[in-house]
């Protein structure tokens, strides 16, 4: 399949971009470029160089995320990883890309971070975490001199039933996540931390991967990286 630039409009990523996903590197204008127009998805499998989290005190709070696929409470160096970005339209209509990863902490022990993006606007996507999309969280990628593709989340909303609340950023954590290419090692690299301006860095992980580019969307996309809730709610 050629690098070239897949249609902007289909994409989530690369729509809330606009003309600047034209300034990704081509690989990444690939990766990013899933949607059920273009007639592929994207799994890359890989190494996590160190897994982190913050102090002690933080694992309470990541081992309650990591119950719904949230957060990943465990730390490590040279962890298996994979991530599948499946595209399909859900039950409300929406395109939508899955955003899950594996990462395997020891032999036989994986833990799994789950999210689906949704288009939320010009220079905005709409990221629903964990299996239940419990939370809504505001993201704005932007593309680095490099060609790099940076994203940075914002406001955050909790949903559960007829509950909703916007969860105050001082009691929030704040994800830039960095996507790259290496051409010399002709793999993606990844960088992702989450912190909070007062209490520091929480968690985060680094590493990089090779990615295959399966023609499967739709219907076709496999359940198990389906949430198992779909939240109407922005």
Not at 179 to 188: I, P
């Amino acid at each position: 399949m050629s690098a070239a630039v897949p249609d902007a409009a289909g994409s989530v990523v690369l729509g809330a971009l606009g003309r600047d996903a034209e300034r990704l590197h081509p690989m990444l204008r690939r990766r990013f470029g899933v949607s059920t127009a273009a007639g592929y998805s994207c799994v890359g499998r890989g190494v996590m160089d160190r897994v982190w989290h913050g102090p002690s005190w933080t694992l309470p709070f990541l081992h309650l995320g990591a119950w719904r696929n949230i957060l990943v409470p465990d730390s490590g160096t040279d962890v298996p990883f994979s991530v599948e970005n499946y595209a399909y339209v859900d039950s409300l209509g929406r395109e939508t890309v899955t955003v899950v990863r594996t990462f395997e902490i020891a032999p036989g022990r994986r833990r799994r971070f789950d999210a689906t993006l949704v288009a939320d606007g010009p220079g905005r996507v709409l990221d629903y975490l964990g299996t239940h999309q419990h939370l809504a969280v505001d993201l704005r990628p932007s593309v680095l001199p490099d060609g790099s593709l940076r994203i940075v989340s914002g406001a955050q909303r909790f949903y559960e039933g007829p509950v909703g609340f916007r969860f105050p950023m001082a009691l929030s954590g704040t994800a830039v996540l960095t996507e790259g290419f290496d051409d010399a090692r002709g793999r993606y690299t990844i960088d992702v931390r989450v912190g909070n301006r007062r209490f520091g860095p929480l968690v985060g992980y680094r590493g990089s991967f090779t990615c295959e580019f399966p023609e499967v969307v739709g219907e076709a996309v496999p359940a198990a990286v389906r949430p198992l809730r779909e939240e109407r709610r922005r």
